[in-house]
């Protein structure tokens, strides 16, 4: 079983900076792909951005040019900084891990940008 626990989260003033950290314990088997969520309130979750094994990336466009997502994959940690934030970057991210048949969540973290 693999346990995703998510940091980094806050409250910031539009304009500002976050590095939100994800690291993944447990049973992991080879890693796909991980990857950022978010969910704002009344709305589906969505992708973020992305980070293949292989070192590829995808972003929502957006967040593309003010976002940079990476891993450490010694640490099974992956990072997503973003800056020039937004009050429409504010919601509930989550971090998600794809691995063979696993398709792992964390339990997210609050970001939130005041404008």
């Known amino acids: 079983q693999v346990q995703l626990v998510e940091s980094g989260g806050g409250l910031v003033q539009a304009g500002g900076s976050l590095r939100l950290s994800c690291v993944a314990s447990?049973?992991?088997?080879?890693?796909?792909?991980m990857g950022w969520y978010r969910q704002a309130p009344g709305k589906q979750r969505e992708l973020v951005a992305r980070?293949?094994?292989?070192?590829?990336?995808t972003y929502a466009g957006s967040v593309r040019g003010r976002s940079t997502i990476s891993r450490d994959s010694a640490k099974n940690t992956v990072y997503l900084e973003m800056n020039s934030l937004k009050p429409e970057d504010t919601g509930v991210y989550y971090c998600?891990?794809?691995?063979?048949?696993?398709?792992?969540w964390g339990q997210g973290t609050q970001v939130t940008v005041s404008s």
């Open positions: 998600n891990l794809g691995a063979g048949t696993t398709n792992a």
């Open positions: 447990g049973s992991i088997p080879s890693i796909n792909a």
């Open positions: 980070i293949f094994s292989g070192g590829m990336t």
